[in-house]
């Protein structure tokens, strides 16, 4: 599978099994503008000596210029319709997830992932686009076994394994001609999806603070006179920084992505190519999938 098809999409995932605000990001650019995307990105991370770039590693000033970089570079192509973020989040206190017996998070995960791609090979670029598709390979999702199904267009997949079965009908509904887990450090896109995935269920899980601290950033807005500002960790310093950036920087360009008005980062308008998007329960039926017994798994 060699062929690139006329579009590449890379994916990350952020707090799948941990805390309340869990997402995955992808992000996608026509293959003809690929090249010159990565090198750009690659090129911005290297100006400050960043060797891999993610939410786990934004923690000092370095990583904070280098981030901002990296969404002021995202928020550039994006605009001028060479790349497209898309963030999914979910909200494990919902009902969806919520009190599920035996609730099975890699499973969900899957799920999650199979929204986000549906979306964007279904939605966000032109129709008859064909696809590689190249989430982290330090990821959940047994994407290799996902890959063998490729050509076979689904039929080897074991629908016992439920972190799979969601995402068995990319093969068979979408015109993916590759799907190859990369190491995140040698493709600069990966990492932007990482930053992306991170700082979604971070604006949701730390606004209040961020609201705090934000008079004290220099911002017009507020306080009431007798709260104190937050002490802030370093790396909240740093990731607020950059979250303030981001917003400042989505206004400006009239993305419409919102902070205030859902105390987390979120786009009113999906077509637009910086997308935070929170995920709904689609009906009363649609619940966090669960973990088979083991007596079941073992016949």
């Known amino acids: 599978m060699g062929a690139r098809g006329s579009h590449v999409a890379y994916a990350d995932e952020s707090n799948w099994n941990v805390g309340r605000y869990r ?3 992808a992000v996608s650019v026509p293959a ?7 090198e750009r990105c690659s090129d911005l991370l290297a100006e400050s000596s960043v060797r891999e770039l993610g939410w786990k590693y934004l923690t000092g000033a370095k990583e ?3 981030a901002i970089k990296i969404v002021d570079a995202a928020i550039d192509e994006a605009c001028a319709g060479n790349l497209r973020v898309d963030v999914l989040m979910w909200d494990m206190q919902d009902e969806r997830h919520r009190d599920v017996f035996r609730r099975d ?3 969900n995960l899957s799920r999650m992932y199979h ?3 549906v979306s964007i090979l279904r939605s966000r670029w032109p129709d008859g686009s064909t696809w590689s598709l190249h989430p982290d390979e330090q990821s959940e999702v047994d994407w290799t076994t996902l890959e063998r199904t490729i050509d076979a267009k689904g039929a080897s997949l074991v629908s016992r394994d439920p972190a799979l079965d969601s995402l068995r009908d990319l093969t ?6 590759q799907l190859v887990p990369r190491e995140s450090h040698l493709h600069p896109l990966i990492q932007v999806a990482d930053l992306f995935a991170g700082i979604m269920p971070y604006s949701y899980s730390s606004y209040d603070v961020f609201e705090l601290w934000l008079p004290s ?3 017009q807005a507020t306080l009431d006179g007798t709260t104190a500002a937050p002490k802030l960790t370093g790396s909240d310093q740093v990731r607020f920084t950059v979250l303030r950036h981001l917003k400042d920087a989505c206004s400006e360009r009239k993305l419409y992505v919102s902070l205030k008005t859902h105390r987390g980062l979120r786009t009113m308008n999906p077509e637009m190519p910086i997308n935070f998007w929170p995920y709904e329960a689609q009906s009363e039926q649609d619940r966090a999938p669960t973990r088979r017994p083991k007596w079941w798994r073992d016949t």
Do not use: I, K, Y
């Not at 003809?32 to 995307?37: C, F, I, L, M, P």
């Not at 068979?172 to 001609?177: D, I, K, P, T, W």
């Open 23 to 25: 997402s995955v990001a």
């Open 32 to 38: 003809a503008e690929h090249d010159r995307v990565a």
């Open 64 to 66: 904070r210029f280098a």
């Open 105 to 107: 998070d890699a499973a």
């Open 115 to 117: 929204h986000l791609f």
């Open 172 to 177: 068979v509904e979408f015109r993916l001609v």
């Open 217 to 219: 950033a220099g911002d």
